[in-house]
């Protein structure tokens, strides 16, 4: 069982056992979980972490087919909590973003992803 708050940590290049930012990144993520419901992914009641016991099976079913919502979360946290200083990083990774959003989008209600004749 993989710790949310600790998996995000490590893909920011942040060990585990340095807390000092763990409140700054938790508020970031669970503003991302908040985004996230508003694309259907996840409980419909939202979802929201506390510390580092929370783990990605509580967000996530074992079945689920959404593992972009890791590298989703990942990247929406980087950007809200060290931005890149280079606007083509920055601009790369907003593109990557909204493939996601529209992947996850699209898994989770296969309709939108339909063009209309």
């Given at each position: 069982?993989?710790?949310i708050l600790t998996?995000?940590?490590k893909l920011?290049?942040?060990t585990e056992e340095y807390e000092h930012f763990d409140a700054d990144l938790i508020m970031h993520i669970n503003s991302v979980f908040m985004i996230l419901r508003q694309l259907g992914v996840g409980p419909s009641e939202g979802f929201s972490?506390?510390?580092k016991?929370?783990?990605w099976n509580d967000f996530l079913s074992d079945t689920s087919n959404l593992e972009a919502?890791?590298?989703y979360i990942h990247l929406k946290v980087k950007m809200l909590f060290d931005p890149p200083l280079s606007t083509a990083v920055a601009e790369?990774?907003?593109?990557?973003?909204?493939?996601?959003e529209w992947r996850l989008n699209v898994e989770v209600d296969p309709d939108c992803g339909e063009i209309s004749k």
């Open positions: 069982m993989e710790s998996s995000i940590k920011l290049g942040i972490i506390k510390d016991d929370a783990v919502v890791k590298s790369a990774y907003n593109r990557i973003l909204n493939e996601l």
